[in-house]
């Protein structure tokens, strides 16, 4: 049973728009999200998290929205760059569970110039 | 700096090899992780380090036997594995091993076992 789930395997963007990735949880012991951003043959780099009080997070372009009474979350990439193209991982853990990763199955973003 | 070194980044071995992947990181950092990544799958925990003890062992097979010699290090030693076993092998460490603590992945070390 997946708990964490990324329903997009892909999504295609022009640069300059707006890229939204959307990710949907089951467990409501989850409390802490990651955003996690993967290149072919490198490490998941840690974009954005958000704790389970709040309803939006912002780092720059990155921005993070959650739902918790939808058990759902959205990355927003504004304005979106080629080199944004990579798999996106959403991520998530419960405090009752120790620092125990649940990764969603990733969403492959292509942004076209 | 939040960075985590992996050696090596790439490995080949045979299945009645003896090898051990490496990781390191100066962060300060007392949680350590092992994941295991296969192509087109998410990224699966295997193993977790708390204060130098393992916590978290996600019944992982025996061929497969995490160490972590202090704070800073976590190795993982290979013996007798399967050609299943090839795959990325993240090492990330984090502040603490309570949920709440952001999680940083290394490159990873890509492991053919022939």
């Known amino acids: 049973d997946q708990q964490v789930k990324q329903n997009s395997p892909s999504l295609s963007v022009q640069e300059g728009r707006i890229s939204i990735l959307n990710c949907d949880y089951t467990n409501s012991m989850f409390d802490y999200f990651l955003w996690y951003k993967k290149y072919p043959a490198e490490g998941p780099t840690f974009l954005i998290s958000i704790s389970s009080i709040k309803d939006k997070n912002e780092d720059g372009r990155f921005t993070v929205f959650l739902n918790k009474s939808a058990k759902h979350l959205s990355l927003h990439i504004v304005p979106s760059q080629p080199g944004d193209s990579a798999v996106y991982f959403c991520?998530?853990?419960?405090?009752?569970?120790?620092?125990?990763?649940?990764f969603g199955g990733g969403t492959r973003l292509m942004v076209k110039p | 700096d939040t960075e985590v070194t992996q050696t090596p980044k790439h490995l080949v071995m045979g299945m009645t090899n003896k090898k051990s992947l490496k990781c390191e990181q100066h962060m300060g950092h007392r949680a350590m992780y092992w994941y295991k990544q296969k192509a087109k799958k998410p990224p699966e925990l295997m193993f977790v380090y708390s204060y130098e003890k393992l916590s978290i062992n996600e019944s992982v097979p025996s061929r497969f036997s995490p160490e972590c010699p202090n704070s800073s290090l976590l190795n993982l030693h290979l013996h007798a594995l399967q050609p299943e076993d090839s795959a990325l092998y993240l090492c990330?460490?984090?502040?603490?091993?309570?949920?709440?603590?952001?999680?940083?992945f290394g490159e990873g070390s890509w492991l053919t076992v022939v």
């Open positions: 990330a460490s984090s502040q603490g091993g309570l949920a709440g603590n952001t999680i940083y």
């Open positions: 991520a998530a853990s419960a405090n009752n569970a120790g620092n125990m990763l649940t």
